[in-house]
């Protein structure tokens, strides 16, 4: 064998192992939202789905799997679909009140798709 190449062969498959696993199998999909949420609030954990609800001039909503509709005051755009399976981590603010009256106003802290 040739002196130094087991040291360049490691450090190659090395760096092939690092580039895959940021390629995949480490990635996050998580999606902050912007504004940021408000570090106030009960922190929860809701999956469920997005629901778009004609009321009021039209708003969207998500419908969590504990029969909860949330009223997220930051979703984004990205995941304005009427159907949309999403989970994501909120703060529930009881210092808000909304015109939509359909359930707990919530920030987003982080939301994906399930």
Not at 86 to 93: I, K, L, M, T
Request: positive net charge; hydrophobic residues 35%; aromatic residues 8%.
């Amino acid at each position: 064998m040739i002196p130094g190449t087991r040291t360049a062969y490691s450090v190659g498959w090395s760096a092939l192992l690092v580039a895959l696993a940021a390629c995949g199998g480490g990635r996050s999909d998580w999606v902050v939202p912007t504004p940021p949420a408000q570090k106030a609030g009960q922190p929860i954990h809701i999956t469920g789905v997005v629901r778009y609800y004609a009321l009021e001039g039209g708003f969207y909503a998500i419908r969590g799997s504990d029969e909860v509709t949330y009223n997220p005051t930051n979703l984004p755009p990205e995941f304005r679909k009427d159907g949309l399976r999403v989970e994501a981590e909120a703060r529930r603010r009881r210092d808000a009140v909304g015109i939509h009256q359909v359930g707990p106003i919530v920030d987003l802290e982080r939301i994906r798709r399930r």
